[in-house]
């Protein structure tokens, strides 16, 4: 990664977070443990995105404090040659001011000892509430220690508070540094659909045994070619009527001739997610029906970017493909008119529900589902109540965040065709989902992950090639 070259972005984040401390604040933010997977293995390591923000710095066994005047702490890993050997190179505490323009750093084996000195006479400890297990404990055991020295007139932290929410609004805006990564990232993830839309299509017109694993293999190959450190999250490869479980991962079913295919995956690239869907005929020809249900998820699509733009809300783009969705499952006959009535009243009633149950779309950044509050901050006094038309429950909405330039989210509409005697049989077990990743600019937004394909007929026409 690139942390050295560009330290100057962290010290510029960690100085406007030391700006929101107040005085006497002092923030502290680990890394993320090392975690086992069996016995001697371990998973393989993926920093706290709070903590990469904040330093660039991916060694684990690392802690940030910073004070309130600016001045920065890094614990680290000590040099040791032996260690060194087995698990590689560290930066060590010498190196870490310079490297990384940090105002001092320790060991991480002082961590215990030098925390109370740095907690007294500060009147607030601010850290990431409910995100590290047992950090509340350490922090618990430091106060202790402090207290331990109020009779020598140390004073002891009076008030804890929840560091997230400075931080997710900070991330919640994307610089132009963190954009040019996603853009990568997003390319990166497009190529890799290209080629296992390609595969699967070559694989088949051979006559050869597809599974859902070879294209995961695909995807994977084509990330790592390019310097993705990992896939973002579990890629999702699901052939046929697979694909209507949302959560599925990339497992062993065959991939048919004339099935479709629901890929979404997305690799990780410096610390930064890209989350891509497309679903394309294994075979490369959409039948009929398929096409049909395609071209409706597609057009949902473009509501939704057409309404991704400053100054609407975050709601607006979900509530944009639920329309154009709905009004397909009426026309369709997914939705029988006589029961649910018009339009208005199948949105109402959410009867869409039986085919599209998940949402739009959510924030993309170091995190594939990134941080960052969903209500208008602006707005928070504002609450108006309504009555649940299915439950009957009383629900309150907070106004939905407005959208402004250097956000970035998915927008992921789909449709998802259970077995049912009240829908026409050529509709059932195709399940779609087209996602692509955008960045709010002063005017719309940006498409990032349009590399890949998403109009049918140029999904058939790169499948032919
Ligand atoms: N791949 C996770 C999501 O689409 O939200
Ligand atoms: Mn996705
Ligand atoms: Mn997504």
């Keep these: 990664m690139d942390t050295t070259t560009h330290f100057h972005l962290y010290a510029e984040r960690r100085a406007r977070v030391a700006a929101q401390l107040g005085a006497g604040g002092i923030a502290i933010v680990p890394t993320a443990p090392e975690r086992s997977r069996n016995r001697d293995s371990e998973f393989l390591f993926r920093h706290d995105s709070y903590f990469y923000y904040l330093t660039g710095f991916t060694e684990p066994n690392a802690w940030l404090v910073i004070t309130a005047d600016g001045e920065t702490t890094l614990f680290c890993q000590p040099k040791d040659l032996e260690r060194e050997i087995w698990d590689g190179i560290r930066m060590g505490p010498e190196a870490a001011p310079s490297h990384l323009g940090m105002s001092q750093a320790f060991s991480v084996a002082e961590l215990d000892q030098r925390l109370p000195r740095l907690l007294e006479n500060r009147h607030t400890v601010w850290y990431p509430f409910a995100t590290h297990k047992g950090l509340e404990g350490r922090v618990d055991g430091w106060l202790q220690s402090v207290r331990a020295r109020v009779r020598y007139g140390a004073l002891c932290p009076e008030v804890q ?22 853009r990568r990232a997003a390319r990166i993830s497009a190529r890799a659909h290209i080629r296992a839309m390609q595969r699967s299509a070559a694989m088949l017109s051979a006559g050869q045994d597809v599974r859902e694993y070879h294209l995961d293999a695909e995807l994977l190959h084509e990330f790592r070619q390019h310097g993705s450190q990992y896939p973002a999250y579990s890629s999702i490869v699901a052939a046929g009527a697979n694909a209507c479980v949302l959560h599925y991962r990339a497992d062993n079913a065959a991939i048919r001739d004339g099935e479709l295919v629901l890929i979404d995956a997305g690799c990780e690239l410096d ?109 928070l006094g504002t609450v108006s109540e309504r009555k649940d038309p299915l439950s009957g429950e009383t629900i309150r909405d907070r106004p939905s965040r407005i959208l402004r330039p250097g956000m970035a989210l998915t927008i992921e509409p789909g449709l998802y065709v259970r077995p049912s005697d009240r829908i026409p049989r050529e509709f059932w077990n195709i399940g779609i989902r087209i996602e692509d990743d955008a960045i709010v600019t002063e005017h719309s937004c940006e498409l990032i992950s349009r590399d890949v394909p998403v109009k049918a007929d140029d999904i058939e026409a790169l499948m032919r090639g």
């Design 161 to 182: 508070r929840d560091l997230c929410g400075v931080l997710d609004e900070m991330r919640l805006i994307k610089d132009a540094h963190e954009q040019g990564i996603m």
């Design 271 to 379: 610390g930064y997610a890209s989350d891509i869907t497309r679903t394309f005929p294994a075979n490369g020809r959409f039948t009929g029906p398929q096409r049909v249900l395609y071209d409706l998820v597609l057009a949902s699509q473009e509501a939704a970017i057409a309404a991704t733009q400053p100054g609407n809300r975050f709601v607006d783009p979900h509530e944009a493909t639920v329309k154009v969705l709905t009004q397909g499952m009426l026309d369709l006959g997914l939705l029988d008119k006589n029961q649910v009535g018009t339009l208005e009243d199948a949105i109402e009633h959410r009867h869409y529900f039986a085919h599209y149950m998940h949402r739009t779309g959510h924030w993309l950044g170091m995190d594939v589902h990134d941080c960052g509050s969903y209500v208008e901050p602006s707005e």
